[in-house]
């Protein structure tokens, strides 16, 4: 009887896990994407779940768009703020260096802030599910729907960006301006609309993340810096850069709280984590999983 | 095809090149020797546009380049196989080699692509063997022939090559040496940059000996082969 009891408990705080997780993972990746064509953190990365969510809300709730209608919307317009970002905050930059760059981000991150703000308020918004309905039964343990949307989503992110990267001629091209710039040039490739691709790639990952997780955890103008920073660290656990990598780390770090949260307390489950993340660091700084295969060789 | 005139690089103060003038006509091999500094990469690069020039013109084809971006010159025809190979080290042979040809997909036929890809498979065999290898676990000679290989996806005009032999075994360089011929022969204009002096004045049909960014001789092949200045300086002499 206890045992059942335990284990639908442990079935309940993994799925939890997960769906957390999948935000840090869809972060994670949005860091790596523009790191490895730039070179540099984006620390408005967290600015961007936050407005994908913000934006849903507005676009589903206020203006009452279908679900889908308003998810597209969405992503298309966090490409043109993305597009915007590399165009009025990178691009201008004289000399480009990677400590200038990521001050920038760091000067984004705060405009984006305050701008959510004016527009939404400091109230967090809530969204309904993307299907309406009890939870669903698993083994002992209730699964909101809207998990498996963010689940299903994340996957399905995960993949396009593979397929993306490994099978496109822009996604080979991107690649190539993060392992050389300078030959990326001598064939042909323009580094500078690589580098807008990259942002508008990351903030629409980013936007992505926020449209699906906001009808399980609220959203407001204020949370980018702590996604900001689970995402940094899952990108770090996973080795700055690698895909694979940064999704494992980005479930492992969402389970981990989770459990956290259901066997010692929610006040130290951001704690625990960024003990984590300062222990890989220090200890392990190519990752957990960094064999070096993802450095510049 | 190309010619120089005047062309001044300068870094940070310090002149690399002063004022250098020299041709290449089409279907020539031309090649550029001198000693380690002596600016022979800078004005490889200048061509291609990596690095800008301070002053001078370069024209292909009557068309000015200087001071284009690397991306608008291979556009112009000039594939640089740079010092150092500088491949997408993470990438596959095959996947380096669809990048050479960044600058015709959308515009050309995916077969003419193909058609390329072909001829450099054909003209280096290993390639293709190791289509699908991460180009940074090749072995040097084959890393040289895949940054050939790359820049010839362009299907350049003009070919530079910055010191193609740096690091080979000699076996090697004597490979990389008959593409070059091969290649030549085939009708394509050549410029290359060697330290491995007599090799390259031996197959040139023209070529500059550069000294502390200044052109100091220039001729045939043959005559440098046998100009005591250059025989005394570069080629071990006796
Ligand atoms: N980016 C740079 N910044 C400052 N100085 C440079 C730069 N590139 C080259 N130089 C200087 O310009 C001069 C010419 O260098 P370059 O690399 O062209 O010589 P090289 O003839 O190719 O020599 P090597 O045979 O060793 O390759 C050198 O004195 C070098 O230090
Ligand atoms: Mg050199």
Redesign the interface.
């Known amino acids: 009887m206890f045992d059942t009891i335990l284990s639908g408990q442990i079935i309940q705080y993994l799925f939890t896990g997960l769906t957390i997780g999948a935000i840090y993972a869809l972060t994670a990746l949005g860091f790596n994407i523009i790191h490895n064509v730039t070179g540099i953190i984006n620390f408005a990365q967290g600015d961007f779940v936050v407005w994908g969510g913000l934006l849903m809300v507005m676009f589903a709730r206020f203006f009452g768009f279908p679900l889908p209608v308003a998810f597209f919307s969405v992503v298309g317009v966090m490409v043109f703020i993305g597009a915007f970002i590399y165009y009025f905050n990178i691009r201008p930059i004289k000399k480009p260096s990677i400590l200038t760059m990521i001050m920038v981000t760091i000067a984004v991150s705060i405009i984006l802030q305050g701008v959510a703000m004016f527009i939404w308020g400091k109230e967090p918004y809530a969204l309904p599910s993307f299907i309406e309905g009890p939870p669903v039964y698993v083994y002992g343990a209730y699964i909101m729907r809207q998990s498996f949307w963010v689940l299903g989503i994340s996957v399905a992110m995960v993949l396009f960006l593979t397929f993306f990267f490994n099978r496109t001629?822009i996604g080979?091209?991107m690649?190539?301006c993060?392992?050389?710039p300078?030959?990326?040039?001598?064939?042909?490739?323009?580094?500078p609309l690589m580098i807008c691709a990259a942002f508008m790639l990351g903030s629409a990952l980013g936007a992505v993340g926020g449209a699906v997780i906001t009808p399980i955890t609220l959203m407001e103008y204020d949370r980018g810096a702590m996604i900001a920073i689970k995402g940094f660290g899952s990108a770090i656990l996973g080795g700055l850069g690698s895909f694979s990598g940064a999704v494992i780390a980005g479930f492992m770090l969402g389970i981990l709280e989770s459990f956290a949260t259901g066997f010692v307390s929610s006040a130290y489950k951001d704690a625990i984590s960024l003990v984590l993340i300062l222990g890989v660091l220090f200890t392990k700084p190519e990752g957990l999983f960094g064999s070096g295969a993802?450095k510049?060789? | 095809m190309l010619a120089i005139r005047n062309l001044e690089v300068t870094f940070g103060g310090v002149r690399a090149i002063r004022g250098i003038s020299l041709d290449v006509a089409k279907g020539q091999l031309v090649s550029i020797i001198g000693a380690n500094g002596a600016g022979k990469s800078t004005l490889m690069n200048t061509v291609?546009?990596?690095v800008q020039p301070g002053g001078g013109d370069i024209m292909i084809n009557q068309d000015p380049i200087g001071g284009l971006?690397?991306?608008k010159v291979?556009?112009k025809g000039i594939?640089?196989v740079?010092e150092g190979r500088?491949?997408?080290?993470?990438?596959s042979v095959a996947?380096n080699l669809?990048?050479?040809a960044?600058?015709r997909?959308g515009k050309q036929k995916t077969e003419a692509i193909a058609e390329t890809l072909e001829m450099v498979y054909e003209l280096f065999p290993r390639l293709s063997e190791r289509a699908y290898q991460i180009a940074?676990t090749l072995s040097g000679g084959e890393q040289q022939m895949l940054s050939i290989g790359?820049?010839l996806?362009?299907k350049p005009d003009l070919l530079m090559l910055d010191e193609p032999s740096m690091g080979l075994a000699p076996l090697v360089i004597k490979e990389i040496f008959k593409t070059i011929i091969t290649l030549n022969r085939a009708g394509r204009t050549i410029l290359l940059v060697e330290q491995n002096a007599r090799a390259a004045l031996a197959i040139s049909d023209y070529a500059y000996v550069l000294e502390t960014g200044r052109i100091v001789r220039e001729g045939s092949g043959e005559k440098l082969l046998c100009d005591p200045g250059v025989v005394e300086d570069f080629l071990g002499g006796h």
């Not at chain 1, 040039?185 to 580094?191: D, K, P």
């Not at chain 2, 500088?86 to 990438?91: D, I, K, P, Q």
């Open positions: 001629l080979k091209a690649r190539a993060a392992d050389d300078g030959a990326a040039g001598l064939v042909g490739i323009s580094t993802n510049k060789a | 291609a546009g990596l971006p690397a991306r291979v556009k594939s640089l740079p500088r491949l997408f080290v993470n990438m996947d669809i990048l050479g960044y600058t997909h940074g790359r820049a996806m362009a």
